[in-house]
């Protein structure tokens, strides 16, 4: 997955128990955001005080300063763990913006990174190693390198679930994105030693032919699951992307590229396949499969819904695999099956081409959803193909973009909001309200039945950073200088009289 735009910025500047499992209940959602997407499933939804009648009475409670900032905060006994771009943590407490403790790694990341909780451990990565930490006092317990060359790194927020950390290599790392040979694998470690208990490579050791040019897979974001012993897992896009001077438009990985742009069932005891369903073969405009997978119950089904960068939104029946329905979100200009006509040898995309979804469009950050709807953040970037090999993203003020509202049961279009601005930071549910940011500093409070806008904050610099929601606060990162002055800070909304 590319983050060219993402990665220029930034080098340019979970309430449950303890032990971590903060699973939806039957009553309805969780009431804190103690992992990274708020409970086992990814939802983004969790229980507050905040809803259309109260929501315009919140007001900035404190800031603390922050680098740049792609994560989505979490919140454990009233504790705010924050990761920034260069991997650092700091315990910030959530009542007064108090700092307790930081922990610094100074690694820059390519994001989106970010950190989980479990049996009282902070769990996390650096782009070279994962970590577990005391969330009491930051003093690090362990750590564990699974890379096996310079190519490939790590910059996701681990997955936490019954004593086991889930985390995945990528093949990219900030100096360097796609180099020939790299592979994504997701290792399943224990919580208390972080020795590995299985691993599962993303994609094949021959890497479709040419392992010395190709490279491909791995996850971006934790994993979902289902509470009887499964893992669900969207795997990233192959490389190289759009193809070589000798090889354009993938040539040097002849066929799909499997498990690349899939989403894959696993045993979570031992890591084997249950099934796997890729989505789009032989991607050529590095249109990942990327985000997180949601798990739900809708139409009588158990759901397992996925999105990416094509700008579509899948759901797979997660017993069978079977896809039960599929919804284009987004700017699609004709280049929706340019990888198939590539794969089959035919024309299809030309160097001067604009493409949209382009390398930043689609959904490139995380959906939400509640009992019945699924919120899809999308962003409206195009990107130029300039050479072979090369693509790039147009100027950042060309993103607009939209919050799209599926039914979770059918993915019918319930609503469609237009954004000013690129929406990178995700969705978030709570009550009646879905949280975003965009990219010009702006958060928004949508009302989650028509999607109009219920109460807007401007934050003191630009935000790709999704927003946490604990009890009556709400918060959210600005950090992306868009302009000379501004300061980068972490900011808590919180609701007043």
Known sequence: ????????????????????????????????????????????????EIDRRSVGRLRVAWTVPIGSFSATPIVVDGVVFAQDMSSNVSAIELESGRVRWTRRYDLLTIGPNGLTFGDGRIYGATTLFAFALDASTGRELWRMDPLRSATEGIDMAPGYHDGTVFVSTVPSRPEVQYGGGARGVLWALDGKTGRPRWRWATVPSGLWGDAEANSGGGLWHPPSFDGDGHVFASVANPGPLPGTERHPWGGSRPGPNRWTNSIVKLDERTGELVWARQVLPHDIFDWDLQCPVLLTSAGGRDLAIAAGKMGFVYAF?????????????????????????????????????????????????????????IYVPVNDLPSAIVSKTTMVVRESTDGAGQMVALDAATGRVRWDRTLPDSPYGAAAVTNDLVFTTTYDGTLWAFDTRNGETAWRARLPAGSIAPVAIAGDTVIAAAGVVLRPGQPTQLVAYRLGE
């Open 1 to 48: 997955m590319c983050r060219g735009r993402l990665v220029a910025l930034c080098l340019a500047l979970a309430m449950v128990a303890g032990c971590g499992g903060a699973e939806r209940g039957e009553d309805g959602p969780v009431a804190g955001w103690q992992l990274p997407n708020a409970d086992l499933v990814n939802s983004r939804h969790v229980a507050s």
């Open 317 to 373: 029946d997660a017993d069978s695999g079977t896809l039960r329905w599929k919804r284009s979100v987004g700017v699609h200009n004709g280049h929706d099956d340019d990888n198939l006509k590539a794969m089959r040898g035919e024309d299809g995309v030309r160097v001067g081409d604009k493409i949209l979804p382009g390398l930043l469009g689609g959904v490139q950050t995380q959906m939400a959803m509640d009992d019945a709807t």
